[in-house]
């Protein structure tokens, strides 16, 4: 399974959700038998914290290159 687009409004943030279910949906992922991937950029520092906090590793860095047809 992979987890992307995690968004809290401005005026939601500080009160977990985000985490919340996020940890919710790895942990029933997982006892279903799944593996779970989620990318973050590196310099969100934050949200960095947040997925190791939760258990998530850091398993390396993607680099991606937008091509240009013009």
Do not use: C, W
């Not at 038998?33 to 989620?38: F, S, Y």
């Not at 973050?40 to 934050?46: E, N």
């Amino acid at each position: 399974m992979r987890i992307g687009g995690v968004y809290t409004p401005p005026e939601h943030r500080g009160h977990g959700y985000a985490a919340a279910l996020t940890a919710k949906a790895t942990a029933d992922s997982h006892g279903k038998g799944h593996q779970v991937m989620l990318n973050t950029k590196a310099a969100d520092g934050l949200a960095n914290r947040l997925y190791r906090r939760i258990g998530f590793t850091s398993r390396g860095e993607l680099l991606e290159i937008a091509l240009s047809t013009s």
